[in-house]
Nanobody
Framework: QVQLVESGGGLVQPGGSLRLSCAASGSIASISTLAWYRQAPGKQRELVASITRGGSTTYADAVKGRFTISRDNARNTGYLQIVSLNPEDTAVYYC???????????????WGKGTLVTVSS
């Protein structure tokens, strides 16, 4: 059984920083693309950043220059560093990854349960 667990969310003042983590566990053979999504209250879930196993990254225009996605392949963990937070960044942040299980054939899509980031003074 494969699981993704996010951590690092919380209440932050405008202008502050956070580092979110996404730990994958279980019978994992390989993790391909890892991504972070967010869903603000009353809005649809949106992709904010993704990173390939080789380290190539993409970002949504709204977060370029403030969000940095990274990963540690040896630890099966992904990260999202966020700086200069503003109230519009308030959302539940979800980790998503394409994972091939040990003994499995194809990659499957997995989601974590999310971590809440609240930006408020």
């Amino acid at each position: 059984q494969v699981q993704l667990v996010e951590s690092g969310g919380g209440l932050v003042q405008p202008g502050g920083s956070l580092r979110l983590s996404c730990a994958a566990s279980g019978s994992i053979a390989s993790i391909s693309t890892l991504a972070w999504y967010r869903q603000a209250p009353g809005k649809q879930r949106e992709l904010v950043a993704s990173i390939t196993r080789g380290g190539s990254t993409t970002y949504a225009d709204a977060v370029k220059g403030r969000f940095t996605i990274s990963r540690d392949n040896a630890r099966n963990t992904g990260y999202l560093q966020i700086v200069s937070l503003n109230p519009e960044d308030t959302a539940v942040y979800y980790c998503n990854a394409l994972i091939r299980s040990i003994g499995g054939g194809n990659y499957g899509t997995y989601w974590g349960k999310g971590t809440l980031v609240t930006v408020s003074s």
